[in-house]
């Protein structure tokens, strides 16, 4: 049995923990600095006062005046996110996490050691903790799982079951569980199909043929079927390193010297054991409260000490206000502890490398449109101009 859990409105709830008093206020999550002035997640007191998530600012502050915007906390949430997944798997659940607010896991492995599909179920609220409202679904298929979970009420486990009580109770949900595009959506809805059963009513090829490979999926799902598969997350890294300012900082330099300060010591813990970095994580706490995140994946896991530096240190300019604490996790590592090299340099290889460090050189003293190549575009027509364009070269 596949089972899903989520808690709505994740992020604004994780934003809630250090203000619990506004819960009970009509208040919304802001939006992020420089993004389209959209709401986030709402209260109910928020929800009974006409705003809904995904309002414009002006709108909802027109609609109830003495809303309540709360700052984001994207830092704050992974972390509250990060200790609700690590209770679920100290419970014996394998989590797939599938964002903020909603993970997967079987129960098949614990059933017989909690005495049942829902007191196995159960013990997975309990293991969530108080005050976040989730719910449980569970099926045979992941999507039904979501389905179930979505309709669920808070602290309630739902359990659906295979075949046709599963499209029986997909057919009547609206086409929002579905993973479409909203221009499909609304155009499903402008045809008449507002509901999972209508979709699923309609012939496969048909909505293939005019949704595409996402329409086919998303026909697929209402149908009840889908993945029956839930693959366990592996063990995150804990490696992290802080440093935290007597005041706030906003001087670039300096925030620069305490990030290179950060890299050398987090390269420099023992516990690494010489593997390498794979995905690595610059996380702020903002001197007006609030937090800021940007996490980088390399191309090459490395352990150099400036190819960690070129990664993430250019996001340093994005920071949206002072910083009164820096921090760097090292998100994932490799398993291995060194490079596979080739006994014999495949030919040509050295004149490769030369010429890349030729044009990364040409690129960081003149631009990147330095070097440029020719990238024909309308070759049969009659001016010049238009038969060729250039276009930078990557390597």
């Known amino acids: 049995m596949i089972a899903c859990l989520t808690i709505p409105g994740f992020e604004l709830r994780a934003a809630l923990r250090s203000r619990p008093h506004l819960a009970r206020r009509a208040a919304a999550l802001a939006p992020l600095p420089g993004r389209e002035p959209l709401l986030g997640p709402v209260t109910a007191a928020a929800e009974a006062a006409g705003v809904k998530p995904g309002m414009r600012l002006g709108e909802a502050l027109a609609t109830c005046p003495s809303l309540v915007l709360v700052e984001q906390d994207p830092a704050g949430a992974d972390d509250e996110w990060e200790a609700i997944v690590r209770r679920l798997e100290d419970s014996g659940f394998a989590v797939e996490s599938a964002g903020l607010g909603t993970a997967y896991f079987q129960t098949d492995g614990v059933e017989r050691l909690y005495g049942g599909v829902k007191a196995a179920l159960q013990r997975a609220l309990a293991s969530v903790g108080a005050g976040w409202d989730a719910r449980v679904g569970a099926a045979r298929r992941r999507f039904a799982a979501l389905a179930a979970a979505s309709v669920a009420r808070s602290g309630q486990v739902l359990v659906v079951a295979d075949g046709d009580d599963a499209r029986d109770f997909l057919a009547p949900l609206p086409l929002t569980l579905l993973p479409l595009e909203p221009e499909r959506r609304q155009e499903l809805e402008e045809l008449g199909v507002r509901r999972v059963g209508q979709l699923a009513a309609l012939p496969g090829a048909a909505v293939a043929e005019r949704l595409g490979r996402d329409g086919r999926t998303a026909w697929n799902l209402a149908q009840g079927r889908g993945p029956r598969v839930v693959e366990g997350r592996r063990p995150p890294a804990e490696l992290v390193e802080r440093l935290e300012f007597p005041e706030s900082v906003a001087n670039e330099l300096t925030l620069r010297r305490a990030f290179a300060v950060l890299v050398d010591r987090l390269l420099a813990r023992p516990d690494r054991d010489g593997r ?106 009659r001016l010049p101009e238009q038969r060729a364009l250039l276009v930078p070269k990557d390597a």
């Not at 949206?320 to 080739?342: K, Y």
């Not at 490398?353 to 990364?360: A, H």
């Not at 690129?363 to 449109?369: E, F, K, M, T």
């Open 276 to 381: 390498f970095l794979r995905k690595i994580a610059l996380v702020a706490r903002l001197a007006g409260g609030g937090s800021w995140r940007r996490t980088v994946t390399l191309r090459d896991p490395t352990a150099e000490r400036d190819r960690v530096r070129a990664a993430l240190g250019p996001k340093l300019a994005e920071l949206p206000a002072p910083v009164v604490r820096l921090t760097i996790e090292a998100v994932e590592l490799t398993e291995s502890r060194g490079q596979q090299l080739a006994l014999v340099a495949p030919e040509g290889e050295e004149l490769d490398v030369r010429l890349r460090e030729g044009l990364r050189q040409a690129r960081a003293s003149a631009g990147g449109g330095a070097v440029c190549t020719v990238v024909e575009i309308a070759p049969w027509s």
